[in-house]
């Protein structure tokens, strides 16, 4: 008679099966790590896309408004390059009620109405040159859109449509004197400056030792006039239009920023008397920026948060056509 003999069975012990939890632990953490990452760059894809989008619509409408009365020439003198300016401060003297022309012309459609927590802020620069011995403007001009994006507050306001008692045309109540809208480009002093140390450029803002409280990483900085010239291979104003892109702060006490890569600067030979080289801003230089938002629209008191505004900075060039005289 035969009989049936179950064959023994062996289970997991206790460690294997720690083992195993431990390993599936390890996996569940990497995957969790991905997601972060992929979340991080379909933001940043997106925004990019934004941008770029906001960028396009700037130049279509900048170029339909582009006229000698909206963009007359940056040329502060004779021989001088033409610097960078916002059509706000644009050296126009017919300004009417609501500002300079060009800026009148643009302002309305700075802000996406379909998406209002999106913008574009304009800077141009425009040259002169001779013909038969008279100067006469260009007939194009160079535009940077820094396209941004409302970090800390859901939209911007444009004043046009929505009942919100503010504008961010305008700066808040409490604003001090040299505070400026959040939808304006903010003027202020530079160095930039290639150390031979750390094989990177550094920005700083002057006076030396101060930042701008709107100062964040990711803002971008436009130059708009630099000075220097005292060496023979550096010629005024030979670095207006260049642009760069704030990383961190490297150096607290004196508020040195580094930059970003694909902006940060190149070695270019050898070290001048001066300490630098032809890439080197050593005399404080105009600029432009926008970097972090107001806290609070209704209060300029409650300070700046959030990080920088900035979505990206595109430039091209715009023809520009005879006014029209009714």
């Known amino acids: 008679m035969q009989r049936n003999v179950r064959s023994a069975r062996r289970g997991f012990s206790f460690t294997e099966v720690l083992f195993a939890v431990m390993v599936l632990g390890i996996g569940f953490i990497m995957i969790a790590a991905m997601f972060q990452v992929t979340i991080r760059q379909t933001q940043n894809t997106m ?36 610097q960078v300016f916002s059509l706000k401060d644009a050296p ?9 022309p060009g800026y009148v012309a643009a302002k309305g459609n700075m802000v996406n109405l379909d998406n209002p927590r999106l913008a574009w802020l304009p800077l141009y620069r425009r040259g002169v040159h001779t013909v038969a ?5 260009d007939s194009f001009a160079q535009v940077f ?3 941004v994006q409302s970090r800390n507050r859901p939209q911007y306001n444009t004043g046009f449509r929505n009942p919100q008692p503010y504008s961010d045309f305008n700066v808040p109540p409490n604003a001090g004197s040299g505070d400026v809208a959040p939808l304006d480009p903010k003027a202020v002093q530079v160095t930039v400056v290639y150390n031979t140390t750390t094989k990177h450029g550094e920005l700083n803002f002057l006076p030396l030792g101060t930042s701008p409280p ?12 630099d000075p220097n010239a005292n060496e023979p291979s550096m010629r005024e104003g030979q670095s207006n239009g260049r642009i760069y892109q704030l990383s961190d702060v490297v150096d607290e006490k004196n508020q040195t920023w580094g930059l970003m890569p694909g902006s940060d600067m190149i070695h270019n030979g050898a070290a001048k008397a001066i300490g630098g080289d032809d890439n080197d801003i050593v005399k404080p230089a105009g600029a432009y920026m926008v970097g972090r938002g107001y806290t609070n629209a209704l209060s300029a008191s409650d300070g700046y948060s959030g990080p920088s505004q900035d979505l990206g900075v595109y430039t091209g060039y715009i023809q520009i056509s005879p006014d029209i005289v009714p």
């Open 133 to 137: 011995g008279v100067t006469v403007p």
């Open 214 to 225: 709107w100062a964040a990483p990711g803002a971008y900085v436009i130059i708009a006039d």
């Open 92 to 100: 126009n003297p017919s300004a009417g009620p609501g500002g300079k």
């Open 47 to 82: 925004g990019d896309t934004q941008g770029a989008n906001e960028a396009q619509a700037a130049m279509a409408y900048l170029q339909s408004i582009g006229t000698n009365q909206n963009f007359p020439p940056t040329v502060p003198g004779a021989n001088k390059p033409a």
């Open 145 to 147: 859109v820094i396209a």
